[in-house]
């Protein structure tokens, strides 16, 4: 049948909402995603039918717990190309799968250690990795971007060098939409003996992800941006390098043998989830990932890659807007940030809102970035498997009206 965005949009029941007279034009899945159908009564089912905890009740609702929880760990696994189930580790967000990723690492650094990060990064790849650098003395590098919103690559040629440990960079941006070279840079980290670890929070919605093909160590990535339910997230690693990471938190369910004297840790993943873990959010993330194959992620990266150049055509012509971020959908994801002209992001919000406009004002939890390219903040607007083109010319008007309304006052 191909791709419909029509057919697809009807699985959305949120998308037939109106604000007012208009109807509702949802811009804002960078922050967070709508759920389909399917997703909402996957966990609407296991709640009714198969509610009980996993790893520990050995009755039959335990048992179909614990099937439905791993097997939303294989699903992912498949999802992502990774070569064993067992290298999905779940956590609750994205932010907790980096911040495992830096304390587990940080763990191996010692004073004079240096950790590369970007100045694009979101905030949860920059403060703990501030923290942990703080705790063990390393030192934290970056790269700069260029006007263009792209990876300065060229910048600093030592930027990774033989003191570098980790290399922590994001695979999308959430502000630039910019795609990074990530098997590139995980290449040179790897040249010099250190860990690459990839934000995958803005890709791994919207485009296939293959954890091999990305060269990385460790990739992280969040359910909510991808149709799947909040309160749960991804952290895949190589088996060989979970093995011998340390836990991140101590409890129930981590442990191979607890004396009152010390302790022993299970394998992975299960090393790494403490306690009773996000049953039903995973449940809800399994049948987001199996939703997505069977529309397809070729195709959803296709369709976005159509929207997102309508999107840059339309936002690019309006007088007074000024892009932030590559104009070409050339490596580019569908997140796109802007300012008008003597407009705060959030008037711009305010007004598009009461048109039933649903985008983003603010710094976008990347504050750094926006002072690097000379923004306070920005309005963000960002598109999904659901977008229209309609939607995004409604976004335009909206923006000119926007810009005539406040220029005439």
Same mark, same amino acid.
């Given at each position: 049948?191909?791709?419909?965005?029509?057919?697809?949009?009807?699985?959305?029941?949120?998308?037939? *909402?109106?604000?007012?007279?208009?109807?509702?034009?949802? $811009?804002?899945?960078?922050?967070?995603?709508?759920?389909?159908? +399917?997703?909402?009564?996957?966990?609407?089912?296991?709640?009714?039918?198969?509610?009980?905890?996993?790893?520990?009740?050995?009755?039959?609702?335990?048992?179909?717990?614990?099937?439905?929880?791993?097997?939303?760990? +294989?699903?992912?696994?498949?999802?992502?190309?990774?070569?064993?189930?067992?290298?999905?580790?779940?956590?609750?967000?994205?932010?907790?799968?980096?911040?495992?990723?830096?304390?587990?690492?940080?763990?191996?650094?010692?004073?004079?250690?240096?950790?590369?990060?970007?100045?694009?990064?979101?905030?949860?790849?920059?403060?703990?990795?501030?923290?942990?650098?703080?705790?063990?003395?390393?030192?934290? =590098?970056?790269?700069?971007?260029?006007?263009?919103?792209?990876?300065?690559?060229?910048?600093?040629?030592?930027?990774?060098?033989?003191?570098?440990?980790?290399?922590?960079?994001?695979?999308?941006?959430?502000?630039?939409?910019?795609?990074?070279?990530?098997?590139?840079?995980?290449?040179?980290?790897?040249?010099?003996? +250190?860990?690459?670890?990839?934000?995958?929070?803005?890709?791994?919605?919207?485009?296939?992800?293959?954890?091999?093909?990305?060269?990385?160590? $460790?990739?992280?990535?969040?359910?909510?941006?991808?149709?799947?339910?909040?309160?749960?997230?991804?952290?895949?690693?190589?088996?060989?390098?979970?093995?011998?990471?340390?836990?991140?938190?101590?409890?129930?369910?981590?442990?191979?043998?607890?004396?009152?004297?010390?302790?022993?840790?299970?394998?992975?993943?299960?090393?790494?989830?403490?306690?009773?873990?996000?049953?039903?959010?995973?449940?809800?993330?399994?049948?987001?990932?199996?939703?997505?194959?069977?529309?397809?992620?070729?195709?959803?990266?296709?369709?976005?890659?159509?929207?997102?150049?309508?999107?840059?055509?339309?936002?690019?012509?309006?007088?007074?807007? *000024?892009?932030?971020?590559?104009?070409?959908?050339?490596?580019?994801?569908?997140?796109?940030?802007?300012?008008?002209?003597?407009?705060?992001?959030?008037?711009?919000?305010?007004?598009?809102?009461?048109?039933?406009?649903?985008?983003?004002?603010?710094?976008?939890?990347?504050?750094?970035?926006? =002072?690097?390219?000379?923004?306070?903040?920005?309005?963000?607007?960002?598109?999904?498997?659901?977008?229209?083109?309609?939607?995004?010319?409604? $976004?335009?008007?909206?923006?000119?009206?926007?810009?005539?309304?406040?220029?005439? =006052?």
């Amino acid at each position: 049948m191909g791709f419909d965005v029509y057919a697809i949009r009807e699985q959305f029941p949120v998308l037939s *909402r109106t604000v007012g007279d208009h109807p509702l034009v949802y $811009l804002d899945s960078a922050n967070t995603s709508q759920k389909p159908r +399917a997703v909402v009564e996957a966990i609407s089912e296991h709640y009714l039918m198969h509610n009980a905890n996993v790893a520990r009740a050995m009755h039959l609702l335990g048992a179909e717990a614990t099937e439905a929880y791993e097997g939303a760990r +294989a699903a992912i696994a498949a999802f992502i190309g990774a070569r064993r189930p067992e290298e999905v580790v779940f956590t609750k967000n994205a932010s907790e799968a980096l911040n495992l990723a830096a304390n587990t690492l940080g763990s191996r650094l010692r004073e004079g250690d240096e950790v590369v990060i970007s100045v694009m990064e979101h905030h949860s790849n920059i403060v703990p990795w501030q923290l942990v650098c703080e705790r063990t003395g390393a030192r934290l =590098r970056w790269f700069d971007v260029t006007d263009e919103g792209r990876l300065d690559l060229d910048g600093d040629p030592e930027l990774i060098n033989e003191r570098t440990k980790v290399v922590s960079i994001t695979h999308v941006s959430n502000v630039l939409g910019t795609r990074n070279p990530v098997a590139e840079i995980a290449s040179r980290a790897h040249a010099v003996g +250190a860990v690459m670890v990839v934000d995958a929070s803005q890709s791994a919605p919207h485009e296939p992800l293959d954890v091999a093909a990305l060269g990385a160590d $460790l990739v992280a990535f969040t359910g909510h941006k991808m149709c799947g339910p909040t309160g749960i997230g991804v952290l895949w690693g190589r088996m060989e390098l979970l093995e011998n990471l340390p836990p991140f938190l101590g409890g129930g369910e981590m442990i191979e043998v607890v004396e009152m004297e010390r302790s022993t840790y299970a394998d992975p993943p299960h090393r790494f989830e403490a306690g009773t873990p996000p049953i039903a959010q995973a449940v809800g993330l399994g049948a987001a990932v199996r939703w997505l194959q069977g529309v397809g992620m070729a195709e959803i990266a296709a369709h976005e890659q159509e929207i997102t150049a309508h999107m840059l055509d339309r936002l690019t012509s309006i007088d007074g807007l *000024r892009l932030l971020g590559p104009t070409e959908a050339v490596e580019r994801g569908s997140a796109c940030s802007f300012n008008l002209e003597g407009i705060h992001p959030h008037d711009v919000m305010q007004v598009l809102d009461s048109r039933g406009i649903a985008i983003r004002g603010g710094h976008h939890c990347a504050r750094p970035l926006h =002072r690097r390219l000379g923004a306070q903040s920005s309005t963000r607007a960002s598109a999904h498997v659901h977008t229209t083109r309609e939607e995004i010319d409604a $976004l335009a008007d909206a923006l000119v009206f926007t810009r005539n309304y406040f220029g005439a =006052r």
